[in-house]
DNA sequence: ACAAATTGTCTTATATAATGGACAGATATC
DNA sequence: GATATCTGTCCATTATATAAGACAATTTGT
């Protein structure tokens, strides 16, 4: 590959002047967690040679790193080539996570029941590292080229569910959560930060959020809050259409989903008082 | 405040010969290691305190790193008193490493499948930490108290399942592979290794492996292999059934087990070439 | 066939992360 | 209400993990 890559302009504080002998030595668990970001946006092994340089971080360090993560059953090596990717550990540590939000399972399943009986496909969402990201998807009978898999990260102003998703913040808040250059959608023009917090406001009204041809300019999108026991958002469900899907039927997609909705956030979040 | 689980013993090394000076420091990646090893096994969130305790870990030190890790989401923090569990990255991760292992997914699917239709639970089960462990499962429509969520590790020894994923190993493998106190079961006089090895042997021969009354005394466990391209045995499909289940039910339920289990191992577990 | 790039292992030095302890504010316990 | 036990933050010290480079064994490209 390259050779050389000057590290487009050392990312992090290199300080100002810290240009004059060795780079900063950073701690290995901040490496890992670049890494494990890393190969969640890559989506697939990666070599470590090639995360050393992703990384902007020495071969030694992380040959040693990923000794002790693949030791652990973090990461698993796979191929002849020696790539690494995420391993048992961690899928048992995600069911774990599942566990103690049985409002995800349920949720996770009602998606399942949703796409069987309407054909569309279903998401469920979720705030995560200031993104719309998608928790879990149903595809419906359709041929969709979607491209909402599992984890799929998408800025929020893009989204229906974006605008639920921050109903409980304030105008402040959102102007401080939502990162600026995210108001620029794939095409067309820019969002105003106001537009978009009036835009919030109004699905916090109507309880429920329809944009058409925002992430992709062909489809529609339904979205549906599910709310904690406090009547805070805490995720969404939604359903993803053709653009010529008749509105009446829109409007009974909706319907399903605010109904789903509903339903999933009656029941408590786990034991309701922590007896003990 | 817990006097729960027993600890099991002093798990990891203390260091061959660190005994003769003040503990040693340690790698805050290895302690984070140990910190979801512990969350895992404790299966509910843990107080920074409690931590600080169960890993013999300064306290100072953990809040340090628990605030990496909840800044990265691989933690969360839940409750008033600040208790710490797997966070929202961490299920990411876990959907990352499914989508890489599709069988995986087919499987999983499966299990609800065969759940569904034949009324008894079903399991998926997996080797990981030299342990049995329940990658998925489904329960059935009686009314059963069973051990066997998500995650639990078993040893190898008091399953059928343990013997069916033992298949590659050679008898020296196998006895270098089986902790020795895994020999004892639950209840009962413990087994030799020689006699665990030959019972391995004769799970290969047989293509599955029923067991009675191993881990509990009052079920059969009915286990069938799935395995991978170069035909190892990479999972296992398992009913767990009443102890009065007629021998034709029995038998049936062995067969659609290994119907199963070959259709999941006939298909590839990725693109086959890497076209790269 | 050679040359160039890559992988994985080692070794040394030094920047720094882990440590233990002190601390104030909260909670629980008596 | 007094006492004990917690939680969370901050500091100075020093053991050590990170970084950098050299190395042989591969693999890759021409």
């Known amino acids: 590959m390259k050779p050389d890559i000057p590290a487009v302009s050392e990312r992090g504080e290199p300080g100002p002047n810290a240009s004059a002998r060795g780079a900063s030595r950073e701690?290995?668990?901040?490496?890992?967690?670049?890494?494990?970001?890393?190969?969640?946006?890559?989506?697939?092994?990666?070599?470590?040679?090639?995360?050393?340089?992703?990384?902007?971080?020495?071969?030694?360090?992380?040959?040693?790193?990923?000794?002790?993560?693949?030791?652990?059953?973090?990461?698993?090596?796979?191929?002849?080539?020696?790539?690494?990717?995420?391993?048992?550990?961690?899928?048992?540590?995600g069911m774990d996570f599942l566990r103690e939000h049985d409002v995800l399972g349920r949720a996770r399943a009602e998606v399942d029941r949703l796409?069987?009986?309407?054909?569309?496909?279903?998401q469920l969402c979720v705030l995560h590292e200031r993104k719309y990201s998608v928790a879990y998807m149903s595809a419906g009978r359709r041929p969709f080229r979607i491209s909402s898999e599992i984890g799929v990260q998408i800025p929020?102003?893009?989204?229906?569910?974006?605008?639920?998703?921050?109903s409980d913040?304030?105008?402040?808040?959102?102007?401080?959560?939502?990162?600026?250059?995210?108001?620029?959608?794939?095409r067309g023009a820019p969002m105003t930060i106001g537009a978009f917090i009036e835009a919030v406001a109004e699905a916090r009204?109507?309880?429920?959020?329809?944009?058409?041809?925002?992430?992709?300019?062909?489809?529609?999108?339904?979205?549906?809050?599910?709310?904690?026991?406090l009547g805070r958002v805490t995720a969404t469900l939604c359903f993803v259409?053709?653009?010529?899907?008749?509105?009446?039927?829109?409007?009974?997609?909706?319907?399903?989903?605010?109904?789903?909705g509903h339903v999933l956030s009656l029941a408590p979040d786990r034991e309701p008082p922590r007896s003990l």
Chains 1, 2 share one sequence.
């Open 156 to 166: 929020l102003p893009w989204t229906a569910s974006g605008r639920l998703l921050l």
């Open 205 to 229: 009204r109507q309880g429920f959020c329809i944009t058409s041809g925002l992430v992709d300019p062909f489809t529609h999108c339904i979205a549906g809050p599910i709310h904690d026991r």
């Open 169 to 186: 913040l304030s105008a402040d808040e959102i102007r401080a959560f939502v990162p600026p250059e995210d108001l620029h959608p794939p």
């Open 27 to 93: 701690r290995g668990l901040d490496r890992v967690v670049e890494l494990f970001a890393h190969l969640h946006r890559v989506g697939h092994p990666v070599g470590i040679g090639d995360l050393a340089r992703a990384l902007s971080a020495p071969r030694s360090t992380l040959y040693g790193l990923v000794r002790i993560l693949t030791d652990a059953g973090l990461l698993e090596s796979v191929g002849p080539r020696g790539e690494v990717f995420f391993g048992k550990s961690l899928y048992f540590y």
């Open 241 to 260: 259409v053709a653009f010529d899907t008749p509105p009446e039927r829109i409007k009974a997609l909706r319907d399903t989903l605010l109904t789903s």
């Open 115 to 122: 796409a069987r009986e309407t054909g569309e496909t279903a």
